[in-house]
């Protein structure tokens, strides 16, 4: 028996490989799927089954593309409505694997076809839980993707309580678990950095598995604090409920060479957007104007997902040509499939036009301004729980992910002094308020890691946000 986790730290996700004796099954499969395909080959086995723990949200599959060029068969858990053919498993229901046995687990909440796979060993061994975004390492799936008129957060986290407390909790405390996803994803509210785990280390650790705990106060801490969920989420599960063209043209079409005079009458097409992935470094040093910044080596897909948002925008790439497919392989991984091209030579071929610049300064330089007077404005763009944990006194809180919301915290007569965690989310910031008009942003490089290694003044008390 092979168990093997493919995990993508872009998407903080986990796709699994399992084979028995020549037959394979795939659990919830990026979707540039010659990876498990690969694999299969070299080992000369045949994959069997591909399992999807859920409809997922926050990237698009590959079930249909491995199907298509596999004929394994598609597995959903029960209530799971699809536009294209599979086998929507019961509650459970069996399937044999070489000489391993799978158990679907039926376990709604965070959606109500969410299921979980038991993996048991040729003596019935209850060996490995593969939990989908049900039971992540040190928290729980949030119950909000799937409300609607007729099923509230509330309900769907009451739904949660039940499955996870009669399917999950009462597993041997040995057996291994492998969440869907880890620490970075929108997911989960606190997810672990590990990605593997144990139902009795989760028993004893995570908060929403407390034993003494009521699920009226499951509910109450599972839904605390939840940001609304990123709009290209409701848009990818479309895609992995409906489907998706199998053959992903994106690679190609993102290697398309567009002269700056090609570039700039793409530009007049309705709705397209610059997007710029080189690093924060060179960006801050020129760019064509109102390009959107958000570099390749980061968290890149989701963060494309939360501030572009419709996965059909046209998008042109400012981009090193060498890195082209790699690109165009992360945003396909969350449906922007509608690249138009790249602009050939970067951007030296557009300095005749004019580039923008974002002012940027060093932890050490930005601590001697604010020795010299500390009621400088200074805008701090991490999550709420980053700020909360340790930030710089008399900074404002701004998370990225709620610019439009807090696009008044920005002040427009004085400087302001823009820091993320390392240097990467604040040139996001930067470059999006540029965007708007609010051109007296000040990049602070590195971020909270260098500036907390200067003799600047830092609270570690709790700050409520300034909403």
Known sequence: MKVEQIYTS?????????????????????????????????????????????????????????????????????????DFECLVGEDNQEFKIGNITIKLLHTPGHTMESSCYLLMDENRKQVAVFSGDTLFLGDVGRPDLAQSTNVTQEDLAGILFESLRNKIMTLPDEVIVYPGHGAGSACGKSMSKETVGSIGYEKAANYALRSDMTKQEFIQEVTDGMLAPPVYFSENVRLNKQGYATKNKNIEKANISLSSGEFKEKLLEKGVVILDVRSPANFVKGFIPNSIFIGIDGGFAPWVGAIIKHVKTPILLVCETDRLEEVAIRLSRVGFDNVLGHLKGGVSSWEEEGLSTISSISAEEFNAIYQANNQIDIVDVRKEI?????????????????????????????????HCAGGYRSVIACSLLKRVGIHNTINIEGGFDAIKKTTINLSVEDFPSIL
Request: net charge negative; aromatic share 12%.
């Open 10 to 82: 872009c998407l903080a996700q986990g796709s699994y490989y399992i084979e028995s004796n020549g037959e394979v099954v795939v659990i919830d499969p990026l979707r540039e799927v010659e990876t498990y395909i690969n694999m299969a080959i070299e080992r000369e086995a045949k994959i069997k089954y591909i399992f999807e723990t859920h409809f997922h949200a926050d990237f698009v599959s590959g079930h249909l593309t491995l199907a298509e060029k596999t004929g394994a068969t598609i597995v959903f858990g029960p209530t799971a409505n699809t």
């Open 386 to 418: 980053e700020y909360q944990t340790r930030h710089i006194i008399d900074a404002k809180l701004a998370p990225l992910s709620m610019l439009e919301i807090y696009g008044s915290t920005y002040v427009n007569d004085k400087p302001n002094y823009v």
